[in-house]
């Protein structure tokens, strides 16, 4: 079964201008952009909204309520900027990330968490790492990415949505949180109907005739009878393998047994599909952020495990590991059918026929 975990990040562009201006830590300001000759604002830090401004008002009527407003410019071009780079991040948990509209992203999950020892520690992790950073970021994780998505916005109990769970936790939301337009929206308050509960038994015909065919696939995807594709930012690669730190690696040691473990994983698998690698690419997760990696390539298919590090090896030196690693991976780029016969070249034991070749491919990298 697939999970999802949603992310919301409320002040995107304004905690954005703070990681890169802390002086404005403390100070309330806008960002607008000109609509019909006056300036309009777009977006708000937490400190300007607790003082009564908000998206969508004139900044001339901002500065009669708060005179001390700092007012900067809106580049839209900033949120799609500062999406990429944290989906980038998040590679670190997931290899398929997607971005979410213009405030969010999108993970699948599916198969993740337990590497860091469940769900809960997992979420607990990615948010308090953002959180760090200084974004204020909400998240959710469930079944399907219409209830991930819903919790994480309007969700006001747990954040982690139970297997099946999906239409006990939509119930009690407001028609906002199927990410519905605002026509649809404005129809259903007219009608009283608030909470989505209030008219997800009504007769379908009914729904479909009174609102469009949106409401019912919205439903649909958030209750799982319905799939829903995401876009991820980077192609997943079937053969890759992941291991996350319980401390941060800061040791060319501690980089060559994370390598080896994770070597011995990726053979294992490509030994059971009876294939081997042609390429391989090694990736380290900095704490800072920084992705670093090397990679090896190899004359003909392998998955014979002393090789294969003996080429790491002689470049694991170019890794930095600074403040320390905190995820590893390993990706099969290139992967090719391996014969009985192809797989004993790589021998290198005593009288094996695969050491010259070992030796030559090692002297060529």
Known sequence: MRRYLAIWFRHLKTDWMVRRQPELKDVPFVMAAPEHGRMVIRAANTIAQAKGIEVNMVVADCRAILPGLQVFDDKPELTDKALCALAEWCLRYTPVVAVDQRDGLILDVSGCPHLWGGEKPYLKEIITKLRGFGYDARAAIADTIGAAWAVSRYGKTT????????????????????????????????????????????????????????ILTRLDQALGQEYEVIQPIQPVEPYQERLP????????????IALEQLLEKLTERLAKEEKGLRKCVFKCYRIDGVVQQIEIGTSRPSRNVAHLFKLFELKIVSIAPALGIEVFTLEATIVEDISAQQDALWDFTEGGKGTAIGELLDLKN
């Open 159 to 214: 954040p982690m949505v139970e297997h099946s769970y999906q239409l006990e936790a939509i119930l009690p939301l407001p028609p906002a949180a199927l990410r519905l337009e605002a026509p649809i929206l404005e129809r259903l308050e007219k009608l009283g109907l608030y909470q989505i509960q209030s008219f997800i038994n009504m007769p379908r015909k009914a729904l479909r005739r009174r609102f469009g065919q949106t």
């Open 245 to 256: 730190s319980l401390e941060p690696i800061r040791t060319a040691t501690g980089i060559e």
